[in-house]
Nanobody
Framework: QVQLVESGGGLVQAGGSLRLSCAASGRTFSSYAMGWFRQGPGKEREFVAGISWSGGRTYYDDSVKGRFTISRDNGKNTVFLQMNSLKPEDTAVYYC???????????????????WGQGTQVTVSS
């Protein structure tokens, strides 16, 4: 069982930055691949970024590539999402998610993830 708690959301002007954190419970965090998803107002949930269990592989949706960076600290059971050059269209509730995986195979489908956090609101004003 893994419990996830996101933090770091807030209100920021376009062009600004935010850093989201996701703290995980459990002693096997390093066995889980992690992902960040988001759901904007009136939109479906969408994949944002993912990272393998070791941190050796990262992958991004094209809409955030070059602006967002996912990373993890297995010693602190935490995954991060650094968001730079934010745009109004990045406004959404951001969720972190975990799936048991000891491979580096990327996974962008939400249904493949077993555990989800409660979400943190990110609002980007124009």
């Amino acid at each position: 069982q893994v419990q996830l708690v996101e933090s770091g959301g807030g209100l920021v002007q376009a062009g600004g930055s935010l850093r989201l954190s996701c703290a995980a419970s459990g002693r096997t965090f390093s066995s889980y691949a992690m992902g960040w998803f988001r759901q904007g107002p009136g939109k479906e949930r969408e994949f944002v970024a993912g990272i393998s269990w070791s941190g050796g592989r990262t992958y991004y949706d094209d809409s955030v590539k070059g602006r967002f960076t996912i990373s993890r600290d297995n010693g602190k059971n935490t995954v991060f999402l650094q968001m730079n050059s934010l745009k109004p269209e990045d406004t959404a509730v951001y969720y972190c998610a975990a799936r048991y995986s000891r491979t580096s195979q990327p996974e962008t489908t939400g249904d493949a993830y077993n555990y989800w956090g409660q979400g943190t609101q990110v609002t980007v004003s124009s």
